[in-house]
């Protein structure tokens, strides 16, 4: 990020779950809000920029300057917009006004809580060319994993392959929502229940509650903070077309991510192979494979022999999701972004719960809508 | 109730055509499947948008499409999302031989080992038109190899 250089310096993750019983959207995020501001050494009073959910009761659901008077203080920068104010998209809005100098410190995240709901997921809106052929989230995905597989024979075994090895880091991690579960073989996977071909039960991420939230600052500030600073060294976005409008195409969508890798990791001097731990959106088994190839861990085709390697478990050559990812420890809605950041983080500070030994370089990536948007950032544990 | 009618009609989330999608709806009741055409570009693409994509000073216009294509993707839809689909069904994206793709369902597949819609890939498909309301009916597909 050119500009003034910028640093993570708090995250905050809630209890995850399925349900959090008894618990409210508004006060999950307002426990991660103040409780990313804490870890990073700060009071509300320091922080001069928000982006951040506000489920309400309480000031204006979903208006930023509600963050003003529970800060007590003006704000210098706020952005609204679901996306804006979760994960890597969040956080390179920030890091920009950051680094232009139009504020010093943010905070972005969210939650929620208290809908969960059995249904599953869908586009978020009335689709004219979709809804009526029973589209939704998982098959949309799935439509770009069976045309993956079509043309480069990549197997259900190694799709199976990855849900495990990211369910089974869930399972032995206390933290995430499916801790205790499992553990899963590939014959595990083969055997749940077909959600849309080809993709089963276990192959697709869970659906829960929760909330996440992280704080950036200039590396200036951070050097006089008590944590390890993280720096922001490279970012992008790769966006190619709306949401579940019309079917992801994979001949479209395959290489999403490659554009943001080409300029994210130019900017922090690194190359893919050099990045210690992968924090990835895993909405399906399949989604880590096309992003294996996209990043340019491997060739085109290639991810599905790349993962029976055990390049993508803790252990392996590119470790992904270590925490259990959005298939195990929590998929919370649009802050399940957030919390692949949180994850990072602690990696590179090395207090995650599945350390991959003194990780330095974390590459984090969030998507969606088959997946259509791809935002990613490159972070360093800072000298 | 009308026997012409699909009896999950009810239920099912039918589309509600705007200014901008009503011709397409219009012709597929006339059984024509008709494709926003750019002239300019030798285009057609879908769903129709105000301008053409990519060329917004390029304007198009409706164009019947022969309703034949292949099936780029495939997925045997195990859980509906609501009410109103009889499950397994099989949503895919059928790229017409004119270039635009569509999302359909593949309907009326024979019997047969197709691997949940995995081995379905590529053939060749055609339009067929499916009654669901007054206003609405669907293009479906089935294989036309």
């Known amino acids: 990020v050119h500009g003034r250089e910028v640093a993570l310096v708090g995250t905050f993750a809630s209890t995850v779950g399925l349900k959090l019983p008894g618990r409210s959207s508004q006060e999950l995020v307002q426990e991660a809000v103040f409780g990313a501001i804490a870890d990073a050494g700060l009071t509300p009073a320091d922080v001069d920029g928000v982006q951040a959910d506000w489920p309400g009761p309480g000031g204006a659901v979903e208006d930023a300057g509600s963050w003003a008077r529970a800060f ?14 979760a994960g890597v998209r969040g956080l390179l809005h920030g890091a920009a006004a950051i680094a232009a100098g139009l504020c010093d410190t943010v905070v972005i995240g969210g939650g929620q809580a208290g809908f969960f709901a059995a249904a599953p997921v869908s586009g978020g809106q009335a689709f004219e060319f979709g809804d009526v052929w029973g589209a939704y989230v998982m098959p949309h995905f799935a439509l770009v994993a069976q045309r993956h597989m079509h043309e480069f ?42 959600v849309a071909s080809p993709l089963h039960l276990l192959d697709c991420c869970i659906r829960g509650e929760g909330a996440a939230a992280m704080v950036l600052t200039t590396m200036e500030r951070a050097r006089d903070l008590p944590g390890v600073p993280v720096q922001v060294c490279g970012g992008g976005m790769d966006v190619v077309a709306a949401g579940y409008a019309a079917p992801a195409l994979y001949r479209e969508v395959g290489d999403l991510g490659r554009r943001s890798a080409v300029r994210a990791l130019a900017a922090a001097d690194a190359t893919v192979q050099e990045v210690d731990v992968f924090s990835l959106y895993d909405p399906t088994s399949f989604e880590v494979i096309r992003q294996l190839e996209a990043l340019g861990l491997c ?4 991810g599905g022999p790349l993962v029976e390697t055990g390049a993508i478990g803790v252990g392996g050559a590119h470790p992904v999701n270590p925490d259990g990812g959005c ?19 602690r990696q590179l500070r090395g207090s995650a719960v599945h350390q991959i030994p003194d990780a330095e370089l974390a590459l984090v990536a969030n998507a969606g809508s088959g997946a259509k948007h791809y935002e990613m950032c490159v972070l360093r544990r800072a000298a | 109730m009308n026997p012409a009618l699909d009896t999950l009609a009810p239920t099912r989330p039918l589309p509600v055509p705007s200014e901008l999608t009503e011709p397409f709806w219009a012709a597929a009741r006339e059984e024509r499947l008709l494709i926003p055409f750019c002239p300019a570009r030798d285009l057609w693409f879908f769903p129709p948008e105000l ?22 993707s495939c997925t045997e839809v195990h859980r509906a999302p609501g009410p109103g689909l009889v499950t397994p069904y099989l949503l895919s994206i059928v790229l017409l031989e004119e270039g635009a793709s569509l999302l359909t369902h593949l309907v009326d597949v024979p019997d047969g080992d197709h691997g949940n819609g995995a081995r379905l890939l590529d053939r060749a498909v055609r339009v067929r038109f499916r009654r669901v309301s007054p206003e609405i009916t669907l293009p479906e597909f089935v294989l036309a190899d």
Do not use: C, K
């Open chain 1, 72 to 85: 007590g203080r003006p704000l210098n920068w706020v952005m609204d917009g679901m996306l804006a104010r």
């Open chain 1, 153 to 194: 024979g990549t197997t259900p075994e190694q799709l199976a392959l990855v849900a495990a090895t990211i369910r089974n880091a869930a399972g032995t991690n206390p933290e995430a929502a499916m801790f205790g579960r499992g553990p899963y073989t590939i014959d595990d996977v083969l055997q749940s229940r077909l």
């Open chain 1, 299 to 302: 060739a085109e085709g290639e």
């Open chain 1, 327 to 345: 298939l195990g420890h929590s998929w919370i809605g649009t802050q399940q972004m957030t919390i692949r950041v949180v994850e990072a983080v």
């Open chain 2, 51 to 72: 301008r053409t994509p990519g060329f917004p000073d390029d304007p198009w216009e409706w164009r019947e499409a022969s309703g034949r294509g292949t099936l780029y």
